[in-house]
């Protein structure tokens, strides 16, 4: 358990839904960021938010909406995916904007676009 | 930009032999270096980080990495392997003269120990 939890586990959704995942972090951190992993490619930043400010994206497309509420909680909004869309979502929080300091990362949600 | 290159995919080794992952950084600029480990179905872990002082850095389960800044490496060793220690390792850098660098990963390695 590191402190950033991410739900849901697993997810399932066809091309034409609409679901959104879940981060939240109650360390106390200002910086959360929302990473895809896919089999064989490296670790892709997508968003990072800092004091509730998204301040990076990684020209992701726009089928995918981040939202941070607040410090501790931050979603990513999913709707007309693709099937190459299908990963590991991960999200991970950090002290300051810099990841000079450890970054606490969630199990991750895994997406299967079908 | 920074740039990681982790240089091997896939690392067999046996139960109780030495291993070295290796990995290599590009930057312009002094980094900060790490390595993470994400064991099956889990997010990744902090194993151990390089912010300055010694070269020689000591992490979790054994693992330690040698920071060289000559041969911009950051190779990680661990003289003893478990079954446990079955997982995939990311190295990754971020930019030190930046307070709001996000890190920057490599591909990863796979490290199978074979009982």
């Known amino acids: 358990e590191t402190g950033v939890t991410q739900t849901p586990r697993h997810l399932v959704m066809g091309m034409t839904n609409k679901k959104s995942l879940k981060c939240e972090q109650h360390l106390g951190h200002n910086a959360m960021y929302w990473y895809k992993q896919s089999a064989k490619k490296p670790l892709e930043l997508m968003f990072v938010?800092?004091?509730?400010?998204?301040?990076e994206n990684n020209s992701v497309p726009s089928r995918f909406s981040p939202e941070c509420p607040n410090s501790s909680h931050l979603f990513l909004h999913l709707h007309t995916l693709q099937p190459e869309d299908s990963a590991l979502y991960l999200c991970?929080?950090?002290?300051?904007?810099?990841?000079?300091?450890?970054?606490?990362f969630g199990q991750g949600t895994r997406l299967t676009v079908v | 930009a920074q740039s990681v290159t982790q240089l091997d995919s896939q690392v067999p080794v046996f139960e109780e032999a030495p291993v070295e992952l290796r990995c290599n950084y590009s930057?312009?600029?002094?980094?900060?270096l790490f390595w993470y480990v994400q064991y099956p179905n889990q997010g990744l872990q902090l194993l151990l980080k390089?912010?300055?002082?010694?070269?020689l850095v000591k992490g979790i389960n054994g693992f330690e990495a040698e920071f060289n800044k000559s041969q911009t490496s950051f190779h990680l060793r661990k003289p003893s392997v478990h079954i446990s220690d079955t997982a995939e390792y990311f190295c990754?850098?971020?930019?030190?003269?930046?307070?709001?660098?996000?890190?920057?990963f490599g591909k990863g390695t796979r490290l199978s120990v074979i009982a």
């Open positions: 990754a850098v971020s930019d030190e003269d930046s307070g709001n660098t996000p890190l920057v």
């Open positions: 938010y800092n004091f509730k400010e998204q301040t």
């Open positions: 991970a929080s950090s002290r300051s904007g810099g990841m000079n300091t450890e970054a606490f």
């Open positions: 930057s312009s600029v002094s980094v900060y």
């Open positions: 390089y912010l300055s002082g010694s070269t």
